[in-house]
């Protein structure tokens, strides 16, 4: 049995985007540059020609791995989460109960998460930690640099 890989739809549109990039345009520029590279003559000892096969297995493994990311993925609605509690593509507004600091979050799936843009994999620490959990709850996470103490302010 294939093991499904939980995303939401923008997720997999994103995945889709950048697996389309890299056939079209990133592979057609490696193996360009690997022709050139190819044409300046000795290969033994030629270091953009080895530099451009190994930037063409990069993106090879790359596309190989996207694609099996694409093909397993199922899409999850927020809808079908329980209403009021935080699960796979809930946004959740946070405040840090010892700074007063707000955060927010969407929970994505493990492929498509980005911590700069506020979208944390559900299987990451703080993801595993708000499955759940309601407005009003406080929650500690165990993070790498200690544990942090969350009250849930906001769920969507």
Same mark, same amino acid.
């Given at each position: 049995?294939?093991? *499904?890989?939980?995303?939401?739809?923008? !997720?997999?549109k994103?995945?889709?985007?950048?697996?389309?990039?890299?056939? @079209? %345009?990133? *592979?057609?520029?490696?193996?360009?540059?690997?022709?050139?590279?190819?044409?300046?003559?000795? #290969?033994?000892?030629?270091?953009?020609? &080895?530099?451009?096969?190994?930037?063409?297995?990069?993106? &090879?493994? %790359? =596309?190989? %791995?996207?694609? &099996? *990311?694409?093909?397993?993925?199922?899409?999850?609605?927020?809808?079908?989460?329980?209403? /009021?509690?935080?699960?796979? !593509?809930?946004k959740?507004?946070?405040?840090?109960?010892?700074?007063?600091?707000? &955060?927010?979050?969407?929970?994505? !799936? @493990? /492929? @498509?998460?980005? +911590? *700069?843009? /506020?979208?944390?994999?559900?299987?990451? +620490?703080?993801?595993?930690? #708000?499955?759940?959990?309601?407005?009003?709850?406080?929650?500690?996470?165990?993070?790498?640099? !200690? =544990?942090?103490?969350?009250?849930?302010?906001?769920?969507n």
């Amino acid at each position: 049995m294939v093991e *499904r890989i939980p995303v939401t739809a923008e !997720g997999l549109k994103k995945l889709q985007a950048k697996l389309k990039n890299l056939q @079209e %345009e990133t *592979r057609s520029n490696v193996e360009r540059r690997l022709g050139e590279a190819r044409e300046q003559g000795d #290969l033994s000892e030629n270091a953009e020609f &080895d530099a451009a096969r190994e930037e063409l297995w990069r993106v &090879d493994r %790359e =596309i190989t %791995e996207l694609k &099996d *990311r694409v093909n397993r993925a199922e899409i999850i609605s927020p809808v079908k989460i329980k209403s /009021g509690e935080v699960g796979f !593509g809930s946004k959740v507004k946070l405040k840090d109960i010892k700074t007063g600091e707000i &955060d927010e979050y969407t929970l994505v !799936g @493990e /492929g @498509e998460s980005s +911590p *700069r843009e /506020g979208l944390i994999a559900i299987t990451t +620490p703080i993801g595993q930690a #708000l499955i759940g959990h309601c407005v009003g709850d406080k929650v500690d996470i165990k993070v790498p640099a !200690g =544990i942090i103490h969350y009250e849930i302010m906001q769920i969507n």
